[in-house]
T-cell receptor, first 113, second 116 residues
């Protein structure tokens, strides 16, 4: 069975501060991991993905995530938060059969001016 | 390039009514998916399709039916709507690719459905 846990349903940071959104997964096989962002009244947009190779993955809008197998984690970071980063963020792990995705429950990021 | 298009964007139904949500993708993707999004629960997979003419159940399939008669379209049906089906519904699609677990899914903008 596969599952994804996002610690913290709400995270608030000041503009210019570090953003850290946590994601842990459980998987019986090496996972493929994704981070998506959802702005109000929109669908999900891909931020970044880890499949194989380098464990530090860079995505759009200055975000990056590091795959740590020993910690079963895939935390999302951004060095300096911008007001436009305020959104809902979802971590997901995929399953081989049918490319099914399992999503975490999401983290709502608020950026304080 | 439209990507994934969902119609309608909003709908209000009465309990017991039926309706069909349409998803269309123009990226020639093999796989298509229907999710529902509820507060605090993330996205849950309802049904998915790995190709034209095929469908499979996801995590929460009860009360829904789907059809994939054409590769570019994936329809989600509610035969007898219930208030518990009030949700935001998202369609997604992805390529098969090599090693088919590493292809990102591309999402539509959602359909907001209220059942009274």
């Amino acid at each position: 069975a596969q599952s994804v846990t996002q610690l913290g349903s709400h995270v608030s940071v000041s503009e210019g501060a570090l953003v850290l959104l946590r994601c842990n997964y459980s998987s019986s096989v090496p996972p493929y991991l994704f981070w998506y962002v959802q702005y109000p009244n929109q669908g999900l947009q891909l931020l970044l993905k880890y499949t194989t190779g380098a464990t530090l993955v860079k995505g759009i809008n200055g975000f990056e995530a590091e795959f740590k197998k020993s910690e079963t984690s895939f935390h999302l970071t951004k060095p300096s938060a911008h007001m436009s980063d305020a959104a809902e963020y979802f971590c997901a792990v995929s399953r081989y059969t049918g490319n099914q995705f399992y999503f975490g429950t999401g983290t709502s990021l608020t950026v304080i001016p | 390039n439209a990507g994934v298009t969902q119609t309608p964007k909003f709908r209000v139904l009465k309990t017991g009514q039926s309706m069909t949500l349409l998803c269309a993708q123009d990226m020639n993707h093999e796989y298509m998916y229907w999710y529902r999004q509820d507060p605090g629960m993330g996205l849950r997979l309802i049904h998915y399709s790995v190709g034209e003419g095929t469908t499979a159940k996801g995590e929460v399939p009860d009360g829904y039916n789907v059809s994939r008669l054409k590769k570019q379209n994936f329809l989600l049906g509610l035969e007898s709507a219930a208030p518990s089906q009030t949700s935001v519904y998202f369609c997604a699609s992805s390529h098969l690719g090599g090693g088919n677990s590493n292809q990102p899914q591309h999402f539509g903008d959602g359909t907001r459905l209220s059942i009274l």
